[in-house]
C-alpha cells in the first residue's frame, strides 16, 4: 500500500481534493524526470475518497492499494508495448505477404517506396498501433477514475484545523 500526506484543500460529494506534496519515493523513482509533480514545485491534487469525513484544511494520510497499482503499471506499461510489437510484427507479415503485390499496383512508384521499403510497414503499422494502445488507455482511464476503487482514500487525519 503507499501512502502519502496531504492537506484536504476542497470536499465535495464524499470526495477530498487534497494537495500532495512530493514525497521520498519520489527521489527513488525512474520517472522523475517526466513528472508533473518536479515541475509544479512538487504539488499535486488528488481527488480521494472521504469515508473518516475529514474536513477543508485536516492534513491526511491518503492510501491506494498495491494491487491497483500493480493493475496500472500493467496497463501503462505493458499494454502499448504489446500493442507496438502486435502493430510491427503485422507490419512485417504484410511486406512478406501477396498484400504488398496487391496493394502496391494501386499505388504510385513513389508511394509505392516509402510504404513498403524494407521495414516501412512495420515501423507505420508499430506506430500506429501504440497510437491506438495510447488512446485505449486514456478512454479506460478517464472512464475508470470515476470509480471510487480506483480512487485514493483517506485513512487518517493528521491534524485537525477545526475547533469543535
Not at 102 to 111: D, K, P, Q, V, W
Request: glycine share 10%; with cysteine.
Amino acid at each position: 500500500m503507499i501512502r502519502e500526506t496531504g492537506k484536504v484543500y476542497e470536499i465535495k460529494s464524499g470526495l477530498a481534493l487534497v494537495e500532495v506534496k512530493r514525497s521520498e519515493l519520489c527521489q527513488n523513482c525512474p520517472s522523475k524526470a517526466h513528472c508533473s509533480l518536479v515541475a509544479d514545485e512538487g504539488i499535486r491534487k488528488v481527488w480521494a475518497e472521504n469515508p473518516i469525513g475529514a474536513k477543508q484544511g485536516d492534513m491526511v494520510v491518503i492510501a491506494i492499494g498495491g494491487k491497483k497499482l500493480i493493475k496500472a503499471s500493467l496497463l501503462f506499461y505493458v499494454i502499448p508495448l504489446l500493442a507496438l510489437f502486435a502493430g510491427a510484427g503485422l507490419g512485417k507479415l504484410i511486406s512478406l505477404s501477396g498484400y504488398r503485390l496487391a496493394i502496391s499496383g494501386m499505388l504510385g512508384n513513389t508511394l509505392n517506396n516509402i510504404l513498403f521499403e524494407a521495414d516501412n510497414p512495420s515501423l507505420f503499422l508499430g506506430g500506429f498501433f501504440l497510437l491506438l494502445s495510447f488512446i485505449f488507455i486514456w478512454l479506460w482511464a478517464k472512464r475508470k477514475s470515476k470509480r471510487a476503487e480506483f480512487r485514493p482514500q483517506i485513512i487518517e487525519v493528521l491534524l485537525n484545523e477545526h475547533k469543535e
